[in-house]
Nanobody, 127 residues
């Protein structure tokens, strides 16, 4: 299983960025997916999650209204659209896949709820 995240970079506060994560080695449509981030010197934290079909999503309070998770099962890709970026959004962003065939729950916000992880992409937001 390989999850490849890309799209990070250096942006200014207020800018937008879209992250993508492409999966291989698994039946993508059978896995709920999530985005997590790890700010410098801090613990990894949940950002957003999405069900297998994309019909249900959840977002952390800190990003609600600014970030949107979506997926394209035909492209084996999950996205994170990030708008109105703030300096505190600076972090390494990683995507993760949940257990195959498991119904998604909005309570899947822990790292242990996900079984496959990709390398992250760095997002830096300057003030």
């Amino acid at each position: 299983v390989q999850l490849q995240a890309f799209g990070g970079g250096l942006v200014q506060a207020g800018d937008s960025l879209r992250l993508s994560c492409t999966a291989s080695g698994l039946t993508f449509s059978r896995h709920y997916m999530g985005w997590f981030r790890q700010p410098p010197g801090k613990e990894r934290e949940f950002v957003a999650g999405i069900s297998r079909t994309g019909s249900r999503t959840s977002h952390a309070d800190s990003v609600k209204g600014r970030f949107t998770i979506s997926r394209d099962n035909a492209e084996n890709t999950v996205y994170l659209q990030m708008n109105s970026l703030k300096p505190e959004d600076t972090a390494v962003y990683s995507c993760a896949a949940g257990n195959a065939g498991t119904l998604y729950s909005v309570y899947y916000t822990r790292s242990s709820d996900y079984v496959n992880w990709g390398q992250g992409t760095l997002v830096t937001v300057s003030s």
